[in-house]
C-alpha cells in the first residue's frame, strides 16, 4: 500500500510540477520584460507612511467633539471596543494580503476575480474624496499664509472683509451649540482611508465634517443683525465669499485657486518618483505633526483656563454608554479613521518586502491612531478652555468641530496668545503637514491602481501619469472653490464615502475569509512572517468584524438625512447628484462580476468555481518568495488529491485528506 501511495504521489507529483513550472516560468519570463515595481528602501518607510495616512484631520477635528459630546472619558470605552473587533482586524487583512502579493487594490483582486469591483470601488472612493481633501488643504494653506504678519488678520474688525455686526470679544454672544442633524454621517476622509476617509477621513480614508461645517459659517449673518466674530467673518466673508446657497455658486476665488495649484504641485512632487521619494518624505512629514502638537500642548496646558478645557474633555459621563448613538459614533469613527476600504492599506503594504513583519505593523499602526485622536483632544481642549476663560464663559459654549473649530474657534484662540502670528503658523502648518499625508496615501492609490492594472503600458510612465492624475483631480476641484463651492464639498463629503465603504468592506470580509479561506490566507501569512497568527483572526474575519460592519452600515443608513448646510436645505438635483456619487464606487462590484459570469465559458457553477479561483498570476512577486508558494501549494494539492483517488481505496484503508487549502 505505502509503495502504491508513493509511486502515485510520485508520478502525479511529476506531471503537476511540469505544468506549474512551465506556467511559474512563463509568468517570470513575462514580469522580467516589464520594468520592476518600486518597493520601500527604508524599514521605516511603511510605518510612516500608514500613520501619516491614518492620521487626518479628522483626528484633529472630529474626535475631540465626539468624545465631548459622546460622555468624555466613557467615549473611549466604545472607541477602544470597535477598534479591536472591527479596525485591527480589517487593518491587518488588508496590509497582509497586499503585502502577500505585491499587487494594488485593483490587480490584487487575481485572488478571486468575481470580485474586482471591490477593487475599482476602492480606487473610486479614494479619487472622489481626493478632490475635495485637497481643497481643505488649499484653505490651510491660504490660513497660513495670512499667518506671516505682525497682526493676524481675523483678530480685528478693522479689515475691508468686516462688517458692523463684527465683534472681536465673543463672550457675550456665543450660542450654544445645538447637536448637528446628521452627527452619526461621518465620511472617512476626516477620520483617515480613510476615506478619510476614511480617512478628513481615512480610509480613508478619516471623520467626517459634514456635520460641523454648518458651524463655519452664516452668510445671512449681515441681513439678520446676527453678531459674529472677527475670526467667523474672516472665514465667511473672505476666505469662502460664501453665497445664499448651492444655486448660486459665484465665481472662482483666485486666493483658493493658487492655494489648490499649490497642494497638487506639492503631491505630484512626492509622488511622481514613486515610494522612492514618498518614503523620504514622509520620514518627516509623519512624525512633525507631533512635534507640533506636544508644542501646542507644552503652550496649552500653562493657560489660564486650560484644565477646565481638559477636565471637560476626559471628565467621563457614564450614563452616556447607554446611549446607541454614542457607540454608533465611536463604530463610524473607528472605521473611518483607520483607512479601511480606501485602498490605501493595500497600496502602502504591496510595497513591502515579502518577509517584513506585516503582524506587528498591523497591531502598531491602528494603535498610533487612536493614541493620536485622544492626544490632539488635549491638545484641542487646553486652548478651549483658555478661550472659555477668556471670554468669561463656559467650555461648552465655545466647543465645536470640523472646519468650525479649525478654520473659527482655534484661529480665534490663538488670536490671544503672546506673539499669536508664531503660534497661528505652528498650527497651520501641522494641519497641512496632516492633509498631505492623507492625500499622499489616496493620490498613490489611484495610480499605482492604473500601473499595475496595465503595466506594459504604464509602468515606463509614472512621471506622465502622475502628472496626468494630478491635473484631472485639480480639474475636478474647481467647483469647490466658488463663493458657493462649500455648499458643493458638503454634498461629496455626506454621500461619497458614507455606506458605500460598510459595503465594500462588507464584501472584502466575505471573498477573502469564506470563499479564498481563512485557512489558506492563514498559509499565506505564515509564510511571510514565519509563524502562524492566533486562531483568533479566524473567527474576527469570517463572523465578529463582518457582522459589526454590517450592523455600522445599518446605523448610517438609518440615520443618514438628506444633506444641509448651516440649517440650508439642498434642491432636488442637489441631492440626486449626492446620491449618484454614493452609489458609483458600489456600483462596480455587481456589474463587474455580473459581465464575468457572462464571459466566462461553461455552466453556471462551473463559471462560479473558475472565477473564484486564485488566477495562476496570483503569489508573490519575486521568484524565490514565489517558488516557496508554489512548492507549499504543490505538496497540499498533491496529498489532497491523491487521499481521493478511488484507486488507492482498499477495503482495509482508507485514504483521507488531511490537509486542505
Not at 233 to 244: A, G, K, Q
Request: hydrophobic residues 45%; neutral net charge; charged residues 15%.
Amino acid at each position: 500500500m505505502c509503495n502504491m501511495l508513493e509511486s502515485a504521489k510520485m508520478e502525479k507529483g511529476e506531471t503537476d510540477s511540469s505544468r506549474s513550472r512551465s506556467s511559474d516560468d512563463s509568468i517570470q519570463m513575462e514580469k522580467k520584460q516589464l520594468k520592476e515595481r518600486d518597493g520601500w528602501k527604508g524599514r521605516l518607510d511603511f510605518i510612516m507612511t500608514c500613520v501619516g495616512y491614518a492620521v487626518g484631520l479628522g483626528n484633529i477635528w472630529r474626535f475631540p467633539y465626539l468624545c465631548y459630546k459622546s460622555g468624555g472619558g466613557a467615549f473611549f470605552i466604545p472607541y477602544v471596543f470597535f477598534l479591536v473587533m472591527c479596525g485591527v482586524p480589517l487593518f491587518f487583512m488588508e496590509a497582509s494580503y497586499g503585502q502577500f502579493s505585491s499587487l494594488s487594490p485593483i490587480s490584487i483582486w487575481r485572488i478571486c476575480p468575481l470580485f474586482k469591483g471591490v477593487g475599482v470601488g476602492m480606487v473610486m472612493v479614494s479619487a472622489i474624496v481626493c478632490v475635495y481633501y485637497n481643497v481643505i488643504v488649499a484653505w490651510t494653506l491660504y490660513f497660513l499664509y495670512m499667518s506671516f504678519r505682525a497682526v493676524l488678520p481675523w483678530s480685528t474688525c478693522d479689515n475691508e472683509w468686516n462688517t458692523v455686526n463684527c465683534v472681536v470679544d465673543t463672550g457675550d454672544r456665543l450660542p450654544q451649540p445645538s447637536p448637528p442633524t446628521n452627527a452619526t454621517n461621518s465620511s472617512s476622509l476626516f477620520n483617515s482611508t480613510y476615506l478619510v476617509n476614511g480617512t478628513l477621513f481615512n480610509q480613508t480614508v478619516f471623520g467626517n465634517m459634514s456635520a460641523a461645517l454648518s458651524a463655519a459659517g452664516n452668510a445671512t449673518a449681515v441681513l439678520s443683525g446676527k453678531k459674529m466674530s472677527a475670526s467667523e467673518e474672516f472665514w465667511t466673508r473672505h476666505v469662502l465669499e460664501i453665497t445664499d446657497g448651492i444655486n448660486n455658486p459665484g465665481t472662482i476665488r483666485w486666493q483658493l485657486l493658487i492655494g489648490l495649484m499649490l497642494a497638487w504641485v506639492f503631491v505630484f512632487l512626492c509622488l511622481f518618483k514613486g515610494v522612492n521619494v514618498l518614503g523620504k518624505v514622509m520620514h518627516f512629514a509623519a512624525p512633525f505633526p507631533y512635534l507640533v502638537l506636544l508644542v501646542l500642548l507644552i503652550r496649552g496646558v500653562t493657560l489660564p483656563g486650560a484644565v477646565n478645557g481638559i477636565k471637560f474633555y476626559i471628565f467621563p459621563k457614564w450614563e452616556k454608554l447607554a446611549d446607541y448613538q454614542v457607540w454608533g459614533d465611536a463604530a463610524l469613527q473607528i472605521f473611518y479613521s483607520v483607512g479601511m476600504a480606501w485602498g490605501g492599506i493595500i497600496t502602502m503594504a504591496s510595497y513591502n518586502r515579502f518577509s517584513n513583519n506585516v503582524y506587528r505593523d498591523a497591531m502598531l499602526v491602528p494603535i498610533i491612531n487612536c493614541a493620536t485622536s485622544i492626544f490632539a483632544g488635549f491638545v484641542i481642549f487646553a486652548i478651549l478652555g483658555f478661550m472659555a476663560h477668556s471670554a468669561d464663559t463656559t467650555v461648552e459654549k465655545v466647543v465645536s468641530q470640523g472646519p468650525g473649530l479649525t478654520f473659527v474657534a482655534y484661529p480665534e484662540a490663538v488670536a490671544k496668545l503672546p506673539i499669536s502670528p508664531m503660534w497661528a503658523v505652528l498650527f497651520f502648518l501641522m494641519l497641512f503637514t496632516i492633509g498631505l499625508d492623507s492625500q499622499f496615501g489616496m493620490v498613490e492609490t489611484c495610480i499605482s491602481a492604473f500601473m499595475d492594472e496595465y503595466p506594459h503600458l504604464l509602468r515606463t510612465k509614472r512621471t506622465l501619469i502622475s502628472f496626468l492624475a494630478c491635473l484631472f483631480e485639480f480639474l475636478m476641484g474647481l467647483p469647490c472653490i466658488t463663493q458657493g463651492g462649500i455648499y458643493v464639498l458638503q454634498i461629496m463629503d455626506w454621500y461619497c464615502a458614507s455606506f458605500s465603504l460598510m459595503l465594500i468592506s462588507l464584501t472584502e470580509c466575505v471573498a477573502i475569509a469564506w470563499i479564498y479561506g481563512t485557512d489558506r490566507f492563514y498559509k499565506d501569512i505564515e509564510l511571510m512572517i514565519g509563524f502562524r497568527p492566533s486562531p483568533i483572526w479566524h473567527y474576527m474575519w469570517k463572523y465578529i468584524t463582518p457582522s459589526i460592519i454590517l450592523g455600522i452600515w445599518l446605523f448610517s443608513v438609518i440615520t443618514l438625512g438628506p444633506v444641509t448646510y448651516d440649517g440650508k436645505s439642498y434642491p432636488t438635483w442637489a441631492l440626486g447628484f449626492g446620491w449618484c456619487l454614493g452609489v458609483a464606487s458600489m456600483l462596480p462590484i455587481p456589474i463587474l462580476a455580473f459581465k464575468s459570469m457572462l464571459s466566462t465559458e461553461g455552466t453556471c457553477s462551473q463559471r462560479w468555481k473558475k472565477l473564484t479561483t486564485p488566477l495562476e498570476s496570483w503569489g508573490p512577486s519575486q521568484p524565490e518568495d514565489r517558488e516557496k508558494y508554489l512548492t507549499s501549494l504543490r505538496k497540499c494539492k498533491e496529498l489532497e488529491e491523491i487521499s481521493h483517488s478511488p484507486h488507492m481505496r482498499t477495503n482495509d484503508d482508507v485514504a483521507t485528506p488531511f490537509l486542505s487549502t
